[in-house]
């Protein structure tokens, strides 16, 4: 295993593991999306609630959750120490930024730190709460089911929260502009023929999933008022 940990840990083996975490969780992203949509249900919370309780209780979905867990971890790691390792190589930066650079690509250990931050925050009001929190406990369909909704809805009533979100979601946007991308030229798909169209998906994806959570918070506090 000697050839692997080399392999893994050298420059060119990080950027393959933060490439390939990075576009798990890209796909992680639409997924938890198209569940977190259901708030928007006009059911009081039904469809939600049920789907929370699959996310919670399937076997499956409970392992491929550790493995995303693994993943961000893997994530966070090595682009860190990439990080860390292209400051120690330039330690004084260029007087001049070449204009092909782009604010997200030259700040995406910034924009991964707010990230994380707001990560933290999420999963200790959400996903720790219906894990071993207390909540309501309401009847769906002859089950017993935590009423996550009614925590979500409560916490978009203030608009502080909703602020936070929605600007978090910009920063998500933002560091998926450059690592979409920058995912894909890793792997060495970067031709002249179908750069054009991978930077396009990358610029719709960065634009469409951030918009779609940031909907979430707002239409909920709209209804709330």
């Given at each position: 295993m000697n050839w692997f940990t080399k392999a893994i840990t050298s420059t060119i083996g990080r950027k393959i593991v933060v490439a390939f975490t990075g576009l798990?969780?890209?796909?992680?992203?639409?997924?938890?999306?198209?569940?977190?949509?259901?708030?928007?249900?006009?059911?009081?919370?039904?469809s939600f609630n049920l789907y929370a309780k699959f996310m919670t209780t399937s076997p499956i979905i409970q392992t491929i959750s550790i493995g995303n867990f693994v993943f961000i971890l893997l994530h966070i790691i090595q682009s860190t120490i990439l990080t860390i390792k292209n400051r120690q190589a330039r330690p004084v930066g260029y007087a001049i930024v070449e204009n092909r650079s782009t604010w997200a690509s030259r700040n995406m250990g910034f924009l991964g730190s707010f990230i994380l931050l707001f990560?933290?925050?999420?999963?200790?009001?959400?996903?720790?709460?219906?894990?071993?929190?207390?909540?309501?406990?309401?009847?769906?369909?002859?089950?017993?089911?935590?009423?996550?909704?009614?925590?979500?809805?409560?916490?978009?009533?203030?608009?502080?929260?909703?602020?936070l979100y929605v600007f978090s979601m910009v920063f998500i946007g933002l560091h998926l502009s450059h690592g979409f991308q920058s995912a894909f030229q890793t792997f060495g798909l970067h031709h002249v023929k179908y750069t054009p169209l991978i930077q396009f998906i990358g610029w719709v994806f960065c634009i469409?999933?951030?918009?779609?959570?940031?909907?979430?918070?707002?239409?909920?506090?709209?209804?709330?008022?």
């Open positions: 798990f969780l890209c796909l992680f992203l639409v997924v938890h999306l198209l569940g977190n949509l259901q708030l928007l249900a006009n059911d009081g919370g039904k990560l933290v925050g999420h999963l200790a009001n959400f996903w720790w709460k219906m894990k071993f929190g207390e909540m309501p406990i309401i009847g769906i369909d002859g089950m017993q089911v935590k009423d996550l909704y009614f925590v979500v809805s409560e916490a978009f009533k203030d608009p502080l929260i909703v602020g469409v999933v951030p918009l779609g959570y940031a909907i979430i918070p707002v239409v909920m506090y709209l209804r709330a008022l």
